[in-house]
């Protein structure tokens, strides 16, 4: 018997102010969960937004804001045991394990954002620096909306807790932007930092950015 050819949907969202909580349960929440049972197309409706008086500049700003990619990966539970198997009886092979798995979920979150990198070439497209919760001044509150936004626990098996903290601990989420010319970051230097007044760079008379 021949596959059943899956439905498609195509879905967009208009750009015209700032993602409110409205937007995340109305739509981005069910974009997530549509992907499983269909062949689903998103956009952001920038034309469509023209329906009222726009401000150029302000429409292509927040037309480039809306687009981004998000990214989640776990090492799995099996991590998390071998950890603390191996912490019973030595502390220091445990600390060991705990940063080896840490390394080992950096380097799957460097593979899996690569992927992204070459998918956004291949559409002419570029993209930022990957950006986690907790970096900054982006809290771990937002944890849960991207969990829920990829669906990660039913895909991936990857929950948050109440306190925003995610299980199997050797797990990363991230956003990265998705921009039509290169970008080029800066850093916001030790003005911006929240860690300016105990940061032990300053402390050394240095600054991170020259490590």
Request: aromatic fraction near 4%; charge should be positive; hydrophobic fraction near 40%.
């Amino acid at each position: 018997m021949a596959e059943e050819k899956r439905k498609r949907i195509l879905s967009g969202i208009q750009p015209t102010g700032t993602p409110t909580l409205g937007n995340y349960i109305g739509a981005v929440r069910n974009w997530a969960l549509l992907q499983s049972d269909y062949d689903c197309l998103y956009m952001v409706a920038d034309l469509h937004s023209l329906t009222v008086r726009q401000v150029p500049a302000d429409l292509r700003r927040r037309t480039r804001e809306l687009a981004a990619l998000l990214l989640a990966v776990t090492l799995g539970p099996g991590v998390d045991a071998q950890i603390r198997r191996a912490g019973v009886g030595d502390i220091a092979a445990g600390v060991a394990s705990d940063a080896l798995g840490s390394a080992l979920a950096e380097q799957a979150a460097e593979a899996a954002e690569a992927e992204l990198r070459q998918w956004a070439a291949r559409q002419g497209k570029y993209l930022t620096g990957r950006y986690s919760p907790g970096y900054g001044d982006w809290p771990l509150a937002v944890q849960p909306l991207l969990a829920a936004a990829l669906d990660t626990a039913r895909r991936a098996g990857l929950c948050v807790t109440e306190n925003n903290l995610m299980t199997p601990r050797k797990s990363i989420t991230a956003i990265l932007g998705v921009s039509d010319h290169p970008v080029r970051g800066h850093l916001a230097g030790c003005g911006h930092c929240v860690l300016r007044t105990r940061c032990e760079y300053r402390k050394r008379g240095i600054t991170c950015a020259s490590e």
